[in-house]
């Protein structure tokens, strides 16, 4: 069945430091890795996905098939950053999105 | 621009009530989802809808029924509520079918269950 890991529930950082917000899936044929990405009170919205290959207010992800990995990085940290961050996956035409548990980001003054 | 509308935003329900969650959709999408956030969780998906007059089970359907009404609306119905329903329920909706855009969310409903 497909899956999707997110390894820590919760990371903290300071502001200006890097962050990586680890992904790591299952799914043995061509995936589509999506960030989803939920502020203070506010609904979930779509962050990147990975066919874009886009930038999106500083956050990059690259899908790594080898380790079947996508990575969610920036360089510096802001902490208007600090939100919970699901990564999820689709596969094959689905219309289904698969979720991980979540990692809670907070960026510290 | 309403995009996806839930109704209601807090409920409060005693064990063994019934309810419907209501959603809306105003983008013309073919396909709509229920999830459930946990904490600890993630998203999991209850039901969904790849288009009007198909509904298909999730991950967790147990203790729920849902109905595509038409192509705006999906409603989500606990017949006899349970503590373990305990959650907050976001509907999504999403483009074409094997498209693959991205999902719309709604801006939740917070359910407890005593």
């Known amino acids: 069945a497909q899956r999707v890991t997110q390894p820590e529930k919760l990371l903290s950082v300071f502001k200006g430091a890097p962050v990586e917000l680890k992904c790591n899936y299952s799914?043995?044929?061509?995936?589509?890795l999506f960030w989803y990405v939920q502020y203070s009170r506010q609904r979930l919205q779509l962050l990147l996905r990975h066919i874009s290959r886009e930038s999106i207010k500083g956050f990059t992800a690259d899908l790594n098939k080898g380790e079947t990995s996508f990575h969610l990085k920036k360089p510096f940290a802001q902490e208007e950053d600090s939100a919970m961050y699901y990564c999820?996956?689709?596969?094959?035409?689905?219309?289904?999105?698969?979720f991980g548990k979540g990692t809670k980001l907070t960026v510290n003054p | 621009n309403a995009g996806v509308t839930q109704t209601p935003k807090f409920q409060v329900l005693k064990t063994g009530q019934s309810m419907t969650l209501q959603c809306a959709q105003d983008?013309?999408?073919?396909?709509m989802y229920w999830y459930r956030q946990d904490p600890g969780m993630g998203l999991r998906l209850i039901y969904y809808s790849a288009s009007e007059g198909t509904t298909d089970k999730g991950e967790v359907p147990n203790g729920y029924n849902v109905s595509r009404l038409n192509k705006r609306e999906f409603s989500l119905r606990l017949e006899s509520a349970a503590p373990s329903q305990t959650s907050v329920y976001f509907c999504?909706?999403?483009?074409?079918?094997?498209?693959?855009?991205?999902?719309?969310f709604g801006s939740g409903t917070q359910l407890s269950v005593l």
């Open positions: 983008m013309n999408h073919n396909s």
């Open positions: 799914y043995s044929g061509s995936p589509e």
């Open positions: 999504a909706s999403s483009g074409n079918r094997g498209s693959n855009e991205k999902l719309f």
């Open positions: 999820a996956l689709s596969w094959g035409g689905s219309e289904k999105l698969v």
